[in-house]
C-alpha cells in the first residue's frame, strides 16, 4: 500500500487546482462576455480620451442583439480597410449613428437621420465635410468617431457589416476620475 501524500502537497495541488480553475473562468468571461481594451487614438474625443480603458460587453453581440443609435461599438477593420492594408485583426472603436433602413447625410455640418437633425449631445465640432444621402443597408450600421472630422469612420469606407462587431463599450474604468458608464 502506498503511503498517502503529505498534507502540504495535498494543500498545494489544491491551491494550484483552485488557480487553474479561476484562470479558465478568467479566459472563458474575456472570450465571451467582457473584454478590456484601451483608447489610442482621438477619434472619439470629447467622450473617449486618449489611453482611456473600457470594458466592451461581448455576449450581447453573440446573442444576436443589434446595438442602439447611439451606443459605442468596438469592430474589427471593415472589408474595405483590409483590402487596402489595414490589419484585419485591429480594432476600431466608433458610435452608432445609424441602424438598417435608416436615411442618412451630412449636410452644413449637421447629420440629418430619416429627414430630421440629429440629435448628438457630445459632439463639440460641426463635421467639416457632406454625405450624400445613403441608406443603412440590412445587417449594416453606420459608425462615426466623436471628433467626426479626425475620424477613420463610415463617412469614409461605408456602412459597416454587423458580422465585424466586437461588442458595444459599457463602462470606462480607467482613469479613475473618470470611473463610470458609458452612454
Known sequence: MAPSPSTPQKGLWGQLRGLLLVAALA???????????WIPSGSML??????????????????GQQPQRGAIVVFHAP????????????????????????????????????GAPAAEPWLTAPMAYELEPLQVPEKNLLVLGDNRNASLDSHLWGPLPEQE???????????????????
Not at 472563458?28 to 473584454?35: D, H, K, N, Q, S
Open 165 to 183: 462587431l466586437i461588442g458595444v463599450a459599457i463602462w470606462r474604468y480607467w482613469p479613475l476620475h473618470r470611473f463610470g458608464p458609458l452612454l
Open 79 to 114: 472589408p474595405l480597410l483590409q483590402a487596402r492594408g489595414y490589419d484585419p485583426e485591429a480594432a476600431l472603436i466608433k458610435r452608432v449613428v445609424g441602424l438598417p433602413g435608416d436615411q442618412l447625410a451630412v449636410h452644413n455640418g449637421e447629420l440629418i437621420r430619416n
Open 27 to 37: 479566459l472563458l468571461l474575456r472570450w465571451a462576455v467582457l473584454e478590456p481594451r
Open 46 to 63: 470629447p467622450s473617449l480620451q486618449l489611453e482611456d480603458r473600457i470594458l466592451v460587453w461581448k455576449l450581447g453581440q453573440r446573442l
